[in-house]
């Protein structure tokens, strides 16, 4: 039975051991770092040392397979206790030459076998976006050609062709969905807020609730038929220009380029002060008996709202399947629960809608948003324009 102070001999020896293990590990990775190229090494560093070295002194995280010392050494432990510092005669650190070839062999095979994986990966979604789309006829046969090419450079590790092998007219193209889901997602954010604060400024001169219901709804519906108009406009500029080049792409490949020219730029050519110039001019023009709220500032009282709208409603034009409002016949339709829903203080009982709240989104025919309505008996003392 060991004393306490032999105990603690013995501890104080084994933290010197590790110590001085540590400083041969450090050395490793210096020299190791100091023979790559600009940052050459820093993956497995990031990988391997920092998860050490964050997850404290009790718990280092180290599994059988990421260490780096082999199980043929295992039987030699008692050696290894000696101190670890002396050198070779020729002046060589002995843990350096023996563990930095092993060190570096077993980093490049896991990025090969890495890199391996990605390819892997990248071809398997590259034949479920063929299986889903499934062409037919000539065009299907040069979609499939277009599609072989593209998965040939995948092979190759053409790594930024294969981010581009979905056409950007196609449903599955990522940027169209991830952008759907974005202008939805605002669409539903300017309905909760937006709207409200637009009510809010509406009430302060008017208190006839159904009147600034309506005032908000002919704003977003004006804003979506200025910004389809500006960007048809903008969409045929681009069109006329591209295809007046030395060399004319096909009428397919102008068409695709032409959206992929409006998938990064898009966003950033809308003329959003104009577009809110005309829909407060279409307002005062085509809605004569929505009343004003304002003798002074008219509907720039909203102003903000309709700039946010507009906004929104560029963003909608410029996808490559656009979305828009759903356009009512009529102010007073039978109401379509696919398409809306009830508000608060609505009659249940009633078929008819008496005042539109706010639009539905439709994309292709089907609907993607509700939007509300208010249905009461009995038809309102006011008309606005819808088309």
């Known amino acids: 039975k060991n ?36 940052y050459d090494g820093l993956g497995g560093i990031k990988s391997r040392l920092l998860p050490l070295l964050g997850s404290g002194l009790l718990a280092t995280g180290i599994t059988a397979p990421m260490s780096i010392f082999s199980a043929e050494e295992k039987p030699s432990d008692n050696k290894a206790c000696k101190p670890p510092c002396e050198k070779s005669p020729g002046g060589s650190d002995p843990v350096v030459t ?3 070839p ?54 190759s590790g053409n790594t930024h062709g294969s981010l581009n092998g ?22 539903n954010e300017l309905f909760s807020g937006g709207r409200i604060e637009a009510m809010n400024l509406l009430r302060r001169y008017s208190n006839d609730h159904d009147m600034n219901q309506s005032i908000v709804f002919n704003a977003i519906m ?19 220009k591209m295809a007046t080049t030395t060399n004319p792409p096909s009428s397919e490949t102008l068409d695709e380029l032409v959206q992929s020219h409006i998938n990064v730029h898009g966003s ?23 009343q004003s709220p304002s003798e002074a500032l008219g509907f720039e009282i909203i102003g903000d709202f309709i700039h946010e709208a507009c906004k929104l409603a560029w963003e909608c034009s410029v996808l490559a399947h656009p979305i828009d409002v759903y356009r009512p016949a ?11 829903r009830r508000s608060h203080d609505s009659s249940y009982s009633a078929v008819l809608v008496h005042h539109h709240i706010w639009p539905c989104l439709v994309q292709d025919g089907s609907v993607i948003a509700k939007g ?6 009995g038809r309102p003392s006011y008309s606005t324009r819808h088309v």
């Not at 001999?9 to 590990?25: H, V, W, Y």
């Open 268 to 290: 950033f050519a809308a003329n959003l002060p104009a577009m809110t110039q005309e829909v407060l001019l279409a307002m005062e023009q085509h809605s004569p008996r929505l």
């Open 166 to 187: 979905i056409s950007p007219l196609s449903t599955h193209d990522p940027i169209q969905r991830s952008r759907q889901q974005l202008v939805v997602m605002r669409f």
């Open 330 to 340: 009529f102010a007073n339709e039978v109401i379509d629960d696919s398409k809306y």
């Open 372 to 377: 509300e309505v208010c249905t009461r008996r």
């Open 102 to 155: 092993s060190f570096v062999g077993s980093e490049l095979k896991s990025l090969e076998q890495e890199n391996e994986r990605l390819q892997n990966k990248l071809i398997q979604a590259d034949q479920g976006a063929r299986r889903s789309a499934q062409p037919t006829g000539k065009s299907g046969t040069r979609a499939s050609d277009s599609l072989e090419a593209y998965s040939g450079e995948r092979i």
């Open 222 to 240: 004006e804003s979506f038929n200025v910004a389809r108009a500006h960007f048809r406009a903008y969409r045929n500029r681009l069109r006329t």
């Open 98 to 100: 023996q563990l930095e």
């Open 3 to 38: 004393t306490c102070d032999e105990n603690i001999a013995t501890g104080c020896e084994l933290i010197e051991l590790n110590a001085r293990l540590q400083g041969q590990l450090f050395r490793l990775l210096s020299i190791c770092a100091s023979e790559g190229e600009g």
